[in-house]
């Protein structure tokens, strides 16, 4: 219960802030269509757009790098990694 209320109020506040700010995109592994490993981005895609929740490949330090570079452009990327123990190679980019 507790973790459903979790993914639900993740899931709220990202659909807030994509509403309140166009530079809002959200990327990562299973994120789009799919909605997520955990469903935090359920709805998303279909809401905003392909261009503003999207699928990545697995390669989270290409995940990472991207955001970087999202974020440099002007963007406020929000990379999701699907497994906290898969973050690691991204840290290289950091």
Not at 36 to 41: D, I, K, L, Y
Not at 56 to 67: L, N
Request: aromatic share 12%; net charge negative.
């Amino acid at each position: 219960m507790a973790t459903m209320n979790m993914i639900q109020a993740i899931n709220s506040a990202l659909d807030n802030m994509m509403a309140r700010d166009g530079n809002v995109v959200v990327f990562g592994e299973d994120v789009g269509y799919f909605g997520g490993v955990f469903r935090c981005t359920a709805g998303l895609q279909k809401k905003y757009g392909k261009t503003r929740c999207f699928d990545a490949p697995i390669a989270e330090g290409g995940i990472i790098a991207t955001a970087i570079g999202m974020g440099v452009y002007g963007l406020r990327p929000v990379a999701e990694i699907q497994f906290a123990d898969y973050i690691y190679p991204g840290f290289d980019q950091i």
